[in-house]
């Protein structure tokens, strides 16, 4: 389909292993966005890119994480040294240009880490 | 305290009762609102903005009131597809969506 796709859906390591997880956005939509949900808990906000540019990281908990999106269509989210805190489901979203006018954000299906 | 505060819930209705969520944020230079749902292990989309006049589609009604900073969504004539979690969402001057925790309703018949 056109939708958002997120690879891998599911994901489980060890505690202190490195992971990539990959979006791919809706074509032509140049606003990408992070989010993590953890169990019974929002989305909550990690970055947004602007084409090939993070407009805002501030939401990256530390400096563990970090993301890309080298030619301002696919974007890949990176955690090193993983830790337990960060199972979740990260979830990718993209805008047409970005969410402030419609609010709307089209999400993947989220991938879904699980850290042992 | 949270950005945006949601009573987590859940409640539980039946068919055909009408529904109110709350939902209040504690930043008064937000901008932008919206409600969006969230089914079972399923991603979140948009169901409506919250427009400063209030706002309905079908059976759903959607009110901010900027001077308690908190906004409303109403479902009439519950229907048991309504069962989700319902996510208030702001935003400032940015592109940055904040999303509530969320508040689970159950339809049952």
């Known amino acids: 389909g056109a939708g958002v796709s997120q690879t891998p859906s599911n994901k489980v390591t060890e505690k202190g292993k490195y992971v990539e997880l990959r979006c791919d956005p809706i074509?032509?939509?140049?606003?990408l966005y992070w989010y993590r949900q953890s169990l019974g808990q929002g989305p909550e906000f990690l970055i947004y890119?602007?084409?090939?540019?993070?407009?805002?990281d501030s939401g990256l908990p530390n400096d563990r994480f970090f993301a890309v999106r080298p030619e301002g269509s696919v974007s890949t989210l990176k955690i090193q040294r993983t830790e337990r805190g960060d199972s979740a489901v990260y979830l990718c979203?993209?805008?047409?240009?970005?969410?402030?006018?419609?609010?709307?954000?089209?999400f993947g299906e989220g991938s879904r880490l699980t850290v042992l | 305290r949270k950005e945006v505060e949601q009573d987590p819930g859940p409640f539980n209705v039946p068919e055909g009762a009408t529904v109110a969520f709350n939902c209040t944020y504690s930043n008064s230079a937000s901008q932008s609102f919206f409600w969006y749902r969230q089914d079972c292990r399923k991603e979140p989309k948009l169901l409506m903005s919250?427009?400063?006049s209030g706002n309905e589609d079908g059976r759903f009604t959607a009110q901010l009131n900027r001077a308690s900073q908190y906004i409303s969504l109403l479902i009439r004539d519950s229907k048991l597809s309504d069962s989700a979690t319902y996510l208030c969402v702001v935003n400032r001057d940015t592109d940055k969506l904040i999303f509530g925790t969320g508040t689970r309703l159950q339809v049952f018949p």
């Open positions: 979203a993209s805008s047409l240009q970005g969410a402030q006018d419609t609010g709307e954000l089209f």
């Open positions: 890119f602007q084409g090939t540019g993070a407009a805002d």
């Open positions: 074509s032509g939509h140049t606003a």
């Open positions: 919250v427009y400063s």
